[in-house]
């Protein structure tokens, strides 16, 4: 019987050993598991981040170029502004330039209707004078002609 004993001891030292080899094998496929599990969540967060950072970045480029774009279509409305206001200014000063030709020629022509004015009066004098006296040389002529 010494045989049973020393196999039962036998089976038992060998199930023990097998309950720590299971064990040990368990704890080494927990620690592996729970390191995968870590790799892969950090792998997931690293490529999240990339993901973000990207996103992030052709935001901040298609940003970037609507800001270019606004800020270029400001410049071309200030140059056209500034080119329409220059424009409205020339006109501005050319209706001034007329206005005073205008002027100008209105007074000239005021001068010369005046002195038209000036001589027609004098000639219209002239004209009375010598119709009175024309008037007066033909009383006179019936006058002398009546006595003759």
């Not at 052709?58 to 279509?73: F, G, K, Q, T, W």
Request: with cysteine.
């Amino acid at each position: 019987m010494p045989s049973r004993r020393d196999d039962k001891l036998s089976q038992q030292s060998h199930s023990s050993d097998d309950a720590g080899i299971m064990a040990a094998v368990a704890a080494q496929m927990q620690t592996s598991w729970e390191k995968k599990r870590k790799e892969k969540e950090t792998r997931f967060l690293k490529d999240a981040r990339e993901e973000v950072d990207k996103c992030i970045t052709v935001r901040l480029e298609e940003y970037s170029a609507a800001v270019a774009d606004i800020n270029a279509a400001y410049d071309r409305f200030v140059l056209e502004y500034a080119h329409v206001e220059d424009h409205i200014h020339k006109l501005w000063l050319q209706l001034q330039q007329e206005q005073n030709k205008l002027l100008m020629l209105s007074e000239k022509k005021h001068k010369t209707i005046v002195a038209n004015d000036r001589e027609r009066e004098k000639g219209q004098v002239k004209g009375m004078a010598v119709a009175k006296k024309a008037v007066e040389d033909f009383g006179k002529l019936t006058a002398s002609l009546e006595e003759l």
